[in-house]
């Protein structure tokens, strides 16, 4: 028998009831609220600020979604204590789904993830864009994630490559995704992307990642590795103590 | 073909900058930030993150600074990004007699402001920080002081700014102000002219080339602080923590005994640990042009005033020096406000090495002023 | 003691060492500054026989080459100073950490002979233990005689990969394969052959998709790859192993020469940017003078003709030996030549051409 009683997967009948029109999907974002069954239930009714969830005196009803209403904002999500609520917007090039995300450790924006779908299945590849993890979010985190947008409609969770993820830099823990990040945010030299994810500032001072790093500046921007200066040398190129830079007792 | 014209165009991705940008395009106005090289690429990148309100002289100083305070508490919700805002307190370390009585007198002056801040024989002091010399007078403790990270802050700024219709344009440097009729109404890039109501220059050390073809001398010159950064340690040093001798460098040169290297270096103590481990230990205060250089002398300096405050920091790994040019002005003070006889022209620049504390209320205050 | 030097050596390495004997043999006054605890840099693990010529001390091993080097230097009354690091340059001082002290040092020449670091490559488990540099399994076996594990996959078959994975059969490890992302192998074929005959696979065309293991490595799983370099569907093998060398070249060790403000040139074929220097060696800087693999990565034999050139070149530049000093330099120049022919050598010549020429055109623009 298909449906949410019977397997935990929302049937297709299911959906259809809650799924939003192909036409809504392409005008911004809006909640999709995958709740079809009568629970006595209604804080996503108070979390909408623009009064779009109605569901009444009858806690017990579905909650209502006027889309016309809804701003997509996701202030519902986390306040969802069956995390059925999510945003989805399919309306560019690639779609983004706001979901609720409750495992450690949180992925970073910028993370590459296996995007899963109702069943948990691999469903391709997903970009974090955003990991929301306000204090009012009562410790539910709200991750988006940028899908192919023909996956607007399957994709429902994730699941993070931390143990697989590719460090560049190992003293700071840096990761290829990240700094790939840093670059497509501006960061179009090597000292740039120093600053923006402290690659290169631990312990080795960069000797082991700058190539690396170098590289994927050069790949990402199109630039010639010839014009990826390496950052600015500074002393010391090996550490020393405190106390010898000093010098003598007292020697001030 | 990007659009060209603006309410405002901000000058300069620091973080006087992109605190600019950020409060102006939150109260919806059309805001173009301009940056010769990348968010944080100078000064503010550059830095160690003091937001500290006990170093400030009573007046109008310790105002905007208290005003900035509290709205670094809203920001850490507002901005929706890390900028490790660590409000843990700070401490001036004082060494003697002579600075006792100058950091009392201080101290007294702040209560009247509306600062509390204690004073603490070295006894207490050390219990408070453990790290301490123990053949010290004392410090004073504020727990209005804090800490951040000021790349982090300035990205803060940028990000947000976006989010609220803010165009960022990195790699973008400004060659010139266009004015018309003795006002100021865009800019010249080489990407374009872009037009705007109000310019807002903040470009630290390098306002005063900006804005000196419209015949306005700002007496903003960079002065170079070396620091001093370790390798990441446990938990080592709880407060943001200067030294008395940075107070009497900064508001009474004269004084310090010229002789002396430290002194001639401008010396004094700042330390902080920052949200990865390591220590920023500074700082020299010199003027050395644009030289972001660091120097042996500077950097022995400052090692040796630090073991001298600090002992235990002796064994210690440096694992890198760096050097920033903070915009220093005559009077300690920062520019803030529009050009007089340059309408169009707002400055925001010199805040030298209170350009963290006060980034956020001079970027309100701008903004406001723009309303 | 005075801590006055007419020239201060940065690294006892092949470059080095030749640099200081050739200005210590003219009447210098030469110091030599290591960070190790052993000199000789790279020799002395170097347990294989060098090639060239007779005048290249071809045939002998390299650890052989350094303790000559070494007893030379000693009798010339060159001074080592061992544990001791360079942290520094500022202008014409040498900042130098010696025995939990900082010296200064003031240096009327200073010659940059530090190295080379070895790349790192990225994949996933790459930052795994086990996973570990050619150079540092070198170390390991050749100076420590300590085998880094029993089961190693080499990646790179520059000289380099096949000259380590064949001292770690030497030393009694199984190297279980021996990958390349290239179509051919990139060192030389005779290096090649010895370790495929001692029955190591060669698999060009094929990469290290990503290491596993827990806390430690514990298997590899290696891709096939297209000419474009992208892995063949179905092209996976697992190998267990619980050592990875990797061997994907080195990049000069060049921040002492950023930090003195040399100008510099990006040569791929050297490793990266490399510090514009002259025929004599000397840099964009009067007076700083470079030589071995800060310059351009290379071999130990080319790194000892460049060290002899800079320190002829040094210490006549200070009057020492400045009769003879053009046919010195001659007879060194001549000799590089030879070693930087045929088809592994003219590339690295023709990519040497270019650094001097570009620094005539420095130095006539700046004229």
Same mark, same amino acid.
Request: proline fraction near 5%.
């Given at each position: 028998?298909?449906?949410?009683?019977?397997?935990?997967?929302?049937?297709?009948?299911?959906?259809?009831?809650?799924?939003?029109?192909?036409?809504?999907?392409?005008?911004?974002?809006?909640?999709?609220?995958?709740?079809?069954?009568?629970?006595?239930?209604?804080?996503?009714?108070?979390?909408?600020?623009?009064?779009?969830?109605?569901?009444?005196?009858?806690?017990?009803?579905?909650?209502?979604?006027?889309?016309?209403?809804?701003?997509?904002?996701?202030?519902?999500?986390?306040?969802?204590?069956?995390?059925?609520?999510?945003?989805?917007?399919?309306?560019?090039?690639?779609?983004?789904?706001?979901?609720?995300?409750?495992?450690?450790?949180?992925?970073?924006?910028?993370?590459?993830?296996?995007?899963?779908?109702?069943?948990?299945?691999?469903?391709?590849?997903?970009?974090?864009?955003?990991? @929301?993890?306000?204090?009012?979010?009562?410790?539910?985190?709200?991750?988006?994630?940028?899908?192919?947008?023909?996956?607007?409609?399957?994709?429902? @969770?994730?699941?993070?490559?931390?143990?697989?993820?590719?460090?560049?830099?190992?003293? @700071?823990?840096?990761?290829?995704?990240?700094?790939?990040?840093?670059?497509?945010?501006?960061?179009?030299?090597?000292?740039?992307?120093?600053?923006?994810?402290?690659?290169?500032?631990?312990?080795?001072?960069?000797?082991?990642?700058?190539?690396?790093?170098?590289?994927?500046?050069?790949?990402?921007?199109?630039?010639?590795?010839?014009?990826?200066?390496?950052?600015?040398?500074?002393?010391?190129?090996?550490?020393?103590?405190?106390?010898?830079?000093?010098?003598?007792?007292?020697?001030? | 073909?990007?659009?060209?014209?603006?309410?405002?165009?901000v000058?300069g991705?620091g973080v006087i900058g992109t605190a600019v940008a950020y409060y102006a395009?939150?109260?919806?106005?059309?805001?173009?930030?301009?940056?010769?090289?990348?968010?944080?690429?100078?000064?503010s990148?550059?830095?160690?993150?003091?937001?500290?309100?006990?170093?400030?002289?009573?007046?109008p100083h310790?105002?905007l600074a208290?005003e900035s305070?509290?709205l670094y508490?809203?920001l850490?919700?507002?901005?929706?990004?890390?900028?490790?805002?660590?409000?843990?307190?700070?401490?001036?370390?004082?060494?003697?007699?002579?600075?006792?009585?100058?950091?009392?007198?201080?101290?007294?002056?702040?209560?009247?402001?509306?600062?509390?801040?204690?004073?603490?024989?070295?006894?207490?002091?050390?219990?408070?920080?453990?790290?301490?010399?123990?053949?010290?007078?004392?410090?004073?403790?504020?727990?209005?002081?804090?800490?951040?990270?000021?790349?982090?802050l300035a990205?803060?700024f940028?990000?947000?700014?976006?989010?609220?219709?803010?165009?960022?344009?990195?790699?973008?440097?400004?060659?010139?102000?266009?004015?018309?009729?003795?006002?100021?109404?865009?800019?010249?890039?080489?990407?374009?002219?872009?037009?705007?109501?109000?310019?807002v220059a903040a470009?630290g050390?390098?306002t005063?080339?900006?804005?000196?073809?419209?015949?306005?001398?700002?007496?903003?010159?960079?002065?170079?602080?070396?620091?001093?950064?370790?390798?990441?340690?446990?938990?080592?040093?709880?407060?943001?923590?200067?030294?008395?001798?940075?107070?009497?460098?900064?508001?009474?040169?004269?004084?310090?005994?010229?002789?002396?290297?430290?002194?001639?270096?401008?010396?004094?103590?700042?330390?902080?640990?920052?949200?990865?481990?390591?220590?920023?230990?500074?700082?020299?205060?010199?003027?050395?042009?644009?030289?972001?250089?660091?120097?042996?002398?500077?950097?022995?300096?400052?090692?040796?005033?630090?073991?001298?405050?600090?002992?235990?920091?002796?064994?210690?790994?440096?694992?890198?020096?760096?050097?920033?040019?903070?915009p220093?002005?005559?009077?300690?003070l920062p520019v803030i406000g529009?050009?007089?006889?340059?309408?169009?022209?707002i400055i925001a620049a010199g805040h030298e090495?209170d350009g963290i504390a006060l980034s956020p209320v001079t970027g309100r205050r701008i903004a406001d002023l723009l309303? | 003691?005075?801590?006055?030097?007419?020239?201060?050596?940065?690294?006892?390495?092949?470059?080095?060492?030749?640099?200081?004997?050739?200005?210590?043999?003219?009447?210098?006054?030469?110091?030599?500054?290591?960070?190790?605890?052993?000199?000789?840099?790279?020799?002395?693990?170097?347990?294989?026989?060098?090639?060239?010529?007779?005048?290249?001390?071809?045939?002998?091993?390299?650890?052989?080459?350094?303790?000559?080097?070494?007893?030379?230097?000693?009798?010339?009354?060159?001074?080592?100073?061992?544990?001791?690091?360079?942290?520094?340059?500022?202008?014409?001082?040498?900042?130098?950490?010696?025995?939990?002290?900082?010296?200064?040092?003031?240096?009327?020449?200073?010659?940059?002979?530090?190295?080379?670091?070895?790349?790192?490559?990225?994949?996933?488990?790459?930052?795994?233990?086990?996973?570990?540099?050619?150079?540092?399994?070198?170390? =390991?076996?050749?100076?420590?005689?300590?085998?880094?594990?029993?089961?190693?996959?080499?990646?790179?078959?520059?000289?380099?990969?096949?000259?380590?994975?064949?001292?770690?059969?030497?030393?009694?490890?199984?190297?279980?394969?021996?990958?390349?992302?290239?179509?051919?192998?990139?060192?030389?074929?005779?290096?090649?052959?010895?370790?495929?005959?001692?029955?190591?696979?060669?698999?060009?065309?094929?990469?290290?998709?990503?290491?596993?293991?827990?806390?430690?490595?514990?298997?590899?799983?290696?891709?096939?790859?297209?000419?474009?370099?992208?892995?063949?569907?179905?092209?996976?093998?697992?190998?267990?192993?619980?050592?990875?060398?990797?061997?994907?070249?080195?990049?000069?060790?060049?921040?002492?020469?950023?930090?003195?403000?040399?100008?510099?040139?990006?040569?791929?074929?050297?490793?990266?940017?490399?510090?514009?220097?002259?025929?004599?060696?000397?840099?964009?800087?009067?007076?700083?003078?470079?030589?071995?693999?800060?310059?351009?990565?290379?071999?130990?034999?080319?790194?000892?003709?460049?060290?002899?050139?800079?320190?002829?070149?040094?210490?006549?530049?200070?009057?020492?030996?400045?009769?003879?000093?053009?046919?010195?330099?001659?007879?060194?120049?001549?000799? =590089?030549?030879?070693?930087?022919?045929?088809?592994?050598?003219?590339?690295?010549?023709?990519?040497?051409?270019?650094?001097?020429?570009?620094?005539?055109?420095?130095?006539?623009?700046?004229?």
């Open positions: 028998m298909p449906g949410v009683k019977y397997s935990g997967r929302l049937s297709d009948a299911e959906l259809a009831a809650v799924l939003p029109p192909a036409e809504r999907l392409a005008q911004g974002p809006v909640a999709v609220i995958e709740c079809v069954q009568s629970i006595p239930c209604n804080p996503c009714e108070k979390a909408c600020p623009f009064g779009a969830i109605t569901v009444g005196d009858d806690i017990t009803a579905l909650p209502a979604l006027d889309r016309a209403k809804c701003k997509g904002c996701g202030l519902c999500i986390s306040r969802c204590p069956g995390l059925a609520i999510f945003v989805v917007d399919a309306s560019g090039d690639e779609a983004t789904i706001m979901l609720p995300y409750e495992y450690l450790p949180l992925p970073a924006a910028g993370d590459v993830v296996d995007a899963l779908d109702r069943s948990g299945k691999p469903a391709g590849t997903a970009r974090v864009l955003k990991v @929301n993890t306000a204090a009012g979010l009562e410790g539910t985190a709200v991750v988006t994630l940028a899908v192919p947008r023909k996956l607007a409609d399957i994709v429902r @969770n994730f699941r993070p490559r931390g143990r697989d993820a590719i460090y560049i830099c190992r003293c @700071n823990e840096v990761s290829e995704a990240e700094i790939r990040q840093a670059v497509r945010e501006g960061a179009r030299t090597v000292a740039a992307v120093k600053l923006a994810t402290r690659a290169g500032m631990g312990l080795c001072q960069g000797r082991t990642c700058r190539r690396l790093v170098s590289r994927i500046i050069a790949e990402e921007t199109g630039q010639h590795p010839a014009e990826v200066l390496p950052a600015t040398a500074r002393p010391p190129v090996r550490t020393l103590p405190l106390g010898t830079l000093a010098g003598g007792e007292d020697d001030e | 073909m990007n659009k060209q014209t603006f309410d405002i165009a000058i991705g395009a939150k109260a919806g106005r059309s805001v173009v930030l301009l940056e010769k090289d990348h968010i944080a690429a100078g000064t990148g550059a830095c160690d993150g003091f937001i500290i309100m006990q170093s400030k002289n009573p007046g310790l105002e208290m305070a509290a508490r809203d850490v919700a507002e901005l929706d990004y890390d900028i490790e805002y660590q409000p843990k307190g700070g401490m001036i370390i004082i060494e003697n007699d002579t600075q006792a009585a100058l950091m009392q007198s201080h101290v007294a002056k702040q209560a009247a402001s509306g600062l509390k801040v204690d004073i603490l024989p070295i006894d207490e002091a050390r219990r408070r920080e453990l790290a301490l010399a123990p053949d010290l007078w004392g410090a004073t403790y504020c727990a209005a002081d804090a800490q951040v990270n000021p790349v982090r990205q803060g940028s990000r947000a700014a976006r989010r609220h219709g803010a165009d960022l344009r990195p790699g973008t440097a400004v060659t010139g102000l266009i004015a018309d009729r003795g006002r100021v109404c865009g800019v010249t890039t080489a990407a374009g002219d872009i037009y705007c109501q109000y310019v470009a050390i390098w005063p080339g900006l804005v000196r073809p419209l015949g306005l001398d700002l007496p903003i010159k960079p002065r170079r602080g070396q620091i001093l950064v370790t390798e990441p340690l446990p938990p080592t040093i709880r407060h943001v923590l200067l030294c008395a001798c940075y107070l009497v460098a900064k508001y009474r040169p004269q004084d310090l005994d010229p002789i002396e290297r430290h002194n001639r270096l401008g010396v004094g103590l700042a330390v902080e640990q920052t949200a990865d481990g390591g220590l920023l230990i500074g700082s020299t205060r010199e003027f050395a042009g644009f030289d972001r250089a660091t120097t042996l002398a500077g950097l022995e300096a400052v090692a040796a005033h630090a073991r001298r405050l600090l002992p235990a920091l002796a064994s210690v790994n440096i694992i890198r020096s760096f050097a920033g040019l903070r220093y002005t005559p009077d300690g529009p050009a007089a006889d340059i309408p169009g022209l090495g309303k | 003691m005075t801590n006055n030097y007419d020239i201060v050596i940065a690294g006892a390495g092949p470059a080095g060492l030749a640099a200081a004997v050739e200005a210590a043999r003219r009447g210098a006054r030469t110091l030599v500054v290591d960070e190790n605890t052993k000199p000789g840099g790279q020799l002395f693990k170097q347990i294989h026989k060098f090639f060239g010529s007779h005048e290249h001390k071809a045939g002998v091993r390299g650890f052989a080459i350094g303790e000559k080097l070494l007893a030379e230097a000693a009798e010339l009354g060159v001074e080592v100073w061992l544990n001791s690091v360079v942290w520094g340059l500022f202008a014409n001082k040498v900042a130098v950490v010696r025995g939990g002290e900082q010296i200064t040092l003031a240096a009327k020449k200073i010659i940059l002979a530090t190295g080379a670091s070895e790349n790192a490559v990225a994949f996933p488990g790459a930052a795994l233990p086990g996973v570990m540099g050619a150079g540092a399994i070198q170390t =390991m076996i050749n100076v420590h005689r300590v085998l880094p594990g029993k089961r190693v996959v080499m990646l790179g078959s520059g000289n380099v990969g096949l000259i380590v994975a064949y001292q770690l059969l030497q030393a009694g490890a199984e190297v279980v394969a021996l990958v390349e992302a290239a179509s051919a192998i990139g060192g030389y074929g005779v290096h090649a052959a010895k370790i495929r005959r001692a029955g190591v696979p060669i698999l060009v065309g094929t990469t290290i998709a990503r290491a596993f293991g827990r806390g430690q490595v514990e298997g590899v799983v290696l891709a096939k790859l297209d000419e474009s370099f992208q892995p063949v569907p179905g092209g996976e093998t697992t190998l267990a192993i619980d050592t990875v060398g990797i061997a994907v070249g080195l990049t000069p060790l060049t921040e002492l020469a950023w930090m003195a403000g040399c100008q510099f040139v990006f040569s791929p074929r050297l490793g990266g940017h490399v510090p514009l220097h002259d025929a004599d060696m000397e840099t964009t800087l009067s007076g700083v003078y470079v030589a071995g693999d800060i310059t351009g990565v290379e071999e130990a034999s080319t790194a000892m003709e460049e060290g002899r050139l800079a320190g002829i070149a040094a210490a006549a530049a200070l009057g020492y030996g400045a009769a003879a000093a053009e046919a010195d330099k001659a007879a060194v120049r001549s000799r =590089m030549d030879v070693l930087r022919s045929g088809p592994f050598g003219l590339g690295r010549r023709t990519a040497k051409a270019e650094i001097l020429a570009q620094r005539k055109e420095a130095a006539s623009c700046r004229e």
